[in-house]
């Protein structure tokens, strides 16, 4: 059931490069959530997934980890307009948890 976990095998692929400092391609989802919070996106994030079908929503509220590159994260990232290097920072924040 959680396609987050299933993905992992690909968390060094795009995103955070090899080695950063402090960049997870993986994100525990409390601490992710926190890091939205403070960065003032958690709820355009809550809009933009409560906007989408129920398969998408049991997956951002049941998940318990959230994978950089999994689809969900990087169609979000596109609807709010947000960078790579957006997403990165946001897991390097969200690892100072």
């Not at 987050?4 to 995103?15: K, T, V």
């Not at 400092?21 to 919070?37: E, H, Q």
């Not at 990232?77 to 997403?87: C, N, P, R, V």
Request: aromatic fraction near 8%; include cysteine.
């Amino acid at each position: 059931m959680d396609r987050h976990r299933a993905n992992r095998a690909d968390a060094g692929r795009g995103g955070c490069a090899d080695g950063e400092a402090g960049c997870s391609a993986i994100g525990d989802a409390s601490t992710v959530r926190l890091a939205l919070y403070q960065i003032e996106l958690r709820q355009q994030v809550e809009d933009y997934v409560n906007s989408q079908d129920i398969t998408v929503q049991d997956s951002w509220n049941y998940t318990t980890a959230f994978d950089r590159n999994h689809p969900l994260i990087l169609a979000c990232k596109q609807a709010l307009g947000k960078t790579d290097a957006d997403l990165d920072a946001l897991f390097v924040l969200a690892a100072t948890f």
